[in-house]
């Protein structure tokens, strides 16, 4: 009897240290990560979704998965689709050709500076991105609350642009802008201007990588914080 007695006290205490020990450890696991889900990103574009002249870590997409999953939410490397130097129908063919998911999380697209810079016309830019956008909604579930069009930055301002005429080069990226808005408020999508921001580079080169052209980790994290903090706001707590 004494020996079950002395069992059930050493069992008893081993409860009371061990209990709380799980419990602090279920609520640091908790602090870590807000639920199981592992969620996925996709990524569609050209030199500035990609990141030209960094290091992948520093483009827009993975600084917002780092940002989301700093938070406490558990998000996959993103999956780009993207190169320096597409235009809408060249992403569109380079989609059609990629091993991709039927659906993912959150998707953003920024396309349209090739566009522009190869002189094609607005015209035939708007029916190319709708289509685009059309996909990116397809891949996002079909929930267009969880698709983010990002406008195109003006390289105008930039050292690149100079001995160009840097007001006309402003005026077609707005024209495409316009363009690019308007259908994403047909879609219903979120519609991220980044375009002021980029025009400061015209004055800090801080915002520019050594190229003179495409932008910095610093200007992509601008970016990827006003990306994350939408996606933010469609995670569960």
Same mark, same amino acid.
């Given at each position: 009897?004494?020996?079950?007695?002395?069992?059930?006290? &050493?069992?008893?205490?081993?409860?009371?240290?061990?209990?709380?020990?799980?419990?602090?450890? /279920?609520?640091?696991?908790?602090?870590?990560?807000? #639920?199981?889900?592992?969620?996925?990103?996709?990524?569609?574009?050209?030199?500035?979704? /990609?990141?030209?002249?960094?290091? *992948?870590?520093?483009?827009?997409?993975?600084?917002?998965?780092?940002?989301?999953?700093?938070?406490?939410?558990?998000?996959?490397?993103?999956?780009?689709?993207?190169?320096?130097?597409?235009?809408?129908?060249?992403?569109?063919?380079? /989609?059609?050709?990629?091993?991709?998911?039927?659906?993912?999380?959150?998707?953003?697209?920024?396309?349209?500076?090739?566009?522009?810079?190869?002189?094609?016309?607005?015209?035939?830019?708007?029916?190319?991105?709708?289509?685009?956008?059309?996909?990116?909604?397809?891949?996002?579930? #079909?929930?267009?609350?969880?698709?983010?069009?990002?406008?195109?930055?003006?390289?105008?301002?930039?050292?690149?642009? #100079?001995?160009?005429?840097?007001?006309?080069?402003?005026?077609?990226?707005?024209?495409?802008?316009?363009?690019?808005?308007?259908?994403?408020? #047909?879609?219903?999508?979120?519609?991220?201007?980044?375009?002021?921001?980029?025009?400061?580079?015209?004055?800090?080169? *801080?915002?520019?990588?050594?190229?003179?052209?495409?932008?910095?980790?610093?200007?992509?994290?601008?970016?990827?914080?006003?990306?994350?903090?939408?996606?933010? &706001?469609?995670?569960?707590?």
């Amino acid at each position: 009897m004494r020996q079950k007695l002395i069992r059930f006290i &050493n069992s008893s205490r081993t409860v009371t240290i061990v209990f709380p020990v799980i419990l602090i450890f /279920i609520v640091a696991m908790k602090g870590t990560f807000r #639920n199981s889900k592992t969620y996925t990103y996709l990524a569609l574009g050209d030199s500035y979704t /990609i990141g030209e002249q960094v290091e *992948s870590k520093h483009n827009f997409p993975h600084q917002v998965v780092a940002i989301l999953n700093k938070k406490g939410f558990d998000f996959a490397d993103p999956i780009i689709v993207a190169q320096t130097g597409w235009t809408t129908d060249e992403l569109a063919d380079a /989609i059609s050709k990629a091993e991709l998911r039927t659906s993912y999380d959150f998707v953003t697209l920024l396309i349209g500076v090739n566009n522009q810079y190869r002189g094609r016309t607005v015209t035939r830019y708007i029916p190319e991105f709708e289509s685009l956008l059309q996909k990116a909604i397809q891949f996002a579930g #079909n929930d267009t609350s969880h698709v983010i069009v990002l406008s195109i930055p003006d390289w105008g301002v930039t050292p690149f642009a #100079n001995n160009r005429n840097r007001q006309q080069i402003a005026k077609e990226i707005d024209t495409f802008n316009t363009a690019n808005k308007q259908v994403s408020e #047909n879609y219903k999508v979120h519609y991220l201007d980044i375009t002021p921001g980029t025009r400061e580079a015209g004055k800090d080169t *801080s915002l520019l990588t050594s190229d003179g052209l495409h932008p910095s980790a610093k200007e992509y994290s601008r970016w990827a914080g006003r990306i994350a903090a939408i996606i933010e &706001n469609k995670l569960p707590l």
